[in-house]
Structures are given as structure tokens and as C-alpha cells.
């Protein structure tokens, strides 16, 4: 195979540390480098600072999870290709030995130019593309909240158990809307409420 990339590096990124490989000219051979870093700030521009003091023009990782996302957007200003790389794609590559770390592996294959990157929309797309799905998930909430008040309102419901007499009694009680828009004088509250005799007479039926 044809070099493609002189200085390049592979990334096997996981939860709590990212193991980095470096591939470089070493005489008429290839030399490599590896070393693992931790996955906070610091030590993520610490990685950033490793790969430019080797000149590594050429960045891997593997799309493992989420946890490629912070090494990515640290790590995206600071290398000139930084490619993020499908894992079933690096699966499909025949030829890797079975004692090859995974970061010296993908270095390989980025060295050679036997992957292709994914595309990573820009930084603006996705502070937009952010920005809809929470617009999505406040608006989700807000039709389950009012499904759940439609099929559940605030007013009194007969209990299951309840007897004919107070589930008749109950059919004409007088729901709160119906106080709140009257006035609060006696007489309004007997015009609004039913005959007490209406109530017995339910009850006498049953």
C-alpha cells in the first residue's frame, strides 16, 4: 500500500481514557507512538498539545457512543482532518492482526487512506440542530400535559365504589367554573343549584 499521510494518529476513544497512537517517518520505516490520556478538559487539551507536537496532520477516531463528542470538539480547531470514523466500517477493512491495538489500527488505516470520514455538520448546524430537538421536547410536553388534563380534568369524579344515590347526586353538582362566573349571593347560588327534592327523588327510584 501506498503511504498517503506522512504524520497521522488513531484515537480509540472509551468513557474514562482515550488511547492515541501516532504514525510518523522513522528513517526509511514508519515509527509509532502510543499513549493514553483521560477524558476531562484538561487532559483532552493535553492530547490536543501531544498530536501537535508530533506535526499530525491526520486524526481518526472510531463513533463510539457519545463518548467521541467531547474529543471531537475540542480536537476540531486544532487539527487540520479530524475524521470521525463508522465502526462498522473499520470491522469491514480485512488485514488487521489479531496483537494491533485498536488506536494503531485506525492510524493505520487513515494513514493509507482506506476509511472514509462521516459527516460532521458544522458547528452553527448543530447549535441549530440542538436548539430543534429542544423546541421538539417542550412541545411534546406540552401536548402530553394537555392530553393527560383532557382525559383527567380538575372536577370531581364519582368514586367507583360510590352508591346510585351519590352518583345521582353528584350528576348534578356544580362545577367550579360555575361558581367562579356567578356572583356569590345567596340567591345565584339557588338559582344555579338543583332542587334538593330532584336528588331524593333519584334516590326513591333506585
Given at each position: 500500500?501506498?503511504?498517503?499521510?506522512?504524520?497521522?494518529?488513531?484515537?480509540?476513544?472509551?468513557?474514562?481514557?482515550?488511547?492515541?497512537?501516532?504514525?510518523?517517518?522513522?528513517?526509511?520505516?514508519?515509527?509509532?507512538?502510543?499513549?493514553?490520556?483521560?477524558?476531562?478538559?484538561?487532559e483532552?487539551?493535553?492530547?490536543?498539545?501531544?498530536?501537535?507536537?508530533?506535526?499530525?496532520?491526520?486524526?481518526?477516531?472510531?463513533?463510539?457512543?457519545?463518548?467521541?463528542?467531547?474529543?471531537f470538539?475540542?480536537?476540531?480547531?486544532?487539527?487540520?482532518?479530524?475524521?470521525?470514523?463508522?465502526?462498522?466500517?473499520?470491522?469491514?477493512?480485512?488485514?488487521?492482526?489479531?496483537?494491533?491495538?485498536?488506536?494503531?489500527?485506525?492510524?493505520?488505516?487513515?494513514?493509507h487512506?482506506?476509511?472514509?470520514?462521516?459527516?460532521?455538520?458544522?458547528?452553527?448546524?448543530?447549535?441549530?440542530?440542538?436548539?430543534?430537538?429542544?423546541?421538539?421536547?417542550?412541545?411534546?410536553?406540552?401536548?402530553?400535559?394537555?392530553?393527560?388534563?383532557?382525559?383527567?380534568?380538575?372536577?370531581?369524579?364519582?368514586?367507583?365504589?360510590?352508591?346510585?344515590?351519590?352518583?345521582?347526586?353528584?350528576s348534578?353538582?356544580?362545577?367550579?367554573s360555575?361558581?367562579?362566573?356567578r356572583?356569590?349571593?345567596?340567591?345565584?347560588?339557588?338559582r344555579?343549584a338543583?332542587?334538593?327534592?330532584?336528588?331524593?327523588?333519584?334516590?326513591?327510584?333506585?
Amino acid at each position: 500500500m501506498d503511504e498517503v499521510v506522512e504524520f497521522c494518529a488513531g484515537l480509540d476513544v472509551h468513557r474514562d481514557t482515550v488511547v492515541a497512537t501516532v504514525r510518523f517517518p522513522q528513517g526509511r520505516q514508519r515509527g509509532s507512538e502510543t499513549k493514553t490520556f483521560g477524558t476531562d478538559t484538561a487532559e483532552l487539551v493535553a492530547l490536543g498539545d501531544w498530536l501537535i507536537s508530533h506535526q499530525v496532520t491526520r486524526v481518526g477516531l472510531e463513533s463510539t457512543g457519545v463518548y467521541w463528542k467531547p474529543v471531537f470538539y475540542l480536537l476540531e480547531d486544532r487539527i487540520e482532518q479530524l475524521w470521525l470514523l463508522n465502526a462498522q466500517h473499520l470491522k469491514n477493512v480485512p488485514g488487521r492482526k489479531t496483537d494491533v491495538v485498536d488506536s494503531a489500527w485506525i492510524a493505520q488505516l487513515v494513514e493509507h487512506g482506506l476509511v472514509r470520514p462521516s459527516f460532521v455538520p458544522s458547528p452553527p448546524i448543530r447549535e441549530l440542530r440542538d436548539f430543534t430537538r429542544h423546541r421538539r421536547v417542550l412541545s411534546e410536553e406540552r401536548t402530553r400535559m394537555v392530553l393527560d388534563g383532557a382525559v383527567h380534568p380538575s372536577r370531581f369524579q364519582p368514586h367507583p365504589v360510590s352508591s346510585p344515590c351519590q352518583c345521582a347526586a353528584s350528576s348534578v353538582a356544580i362545577s367550579p367554573s360555575r361558581w367562579r362566573a356567578r356572583s356569590r349571593s345567596p340567591r345565584s347560588i339557588a338559582r344555579t343549584a338543583s332542587p334538593p327534592k330532584l336528588v331524593a327523588r333519584s334516590c326513591s327510584a333506585m
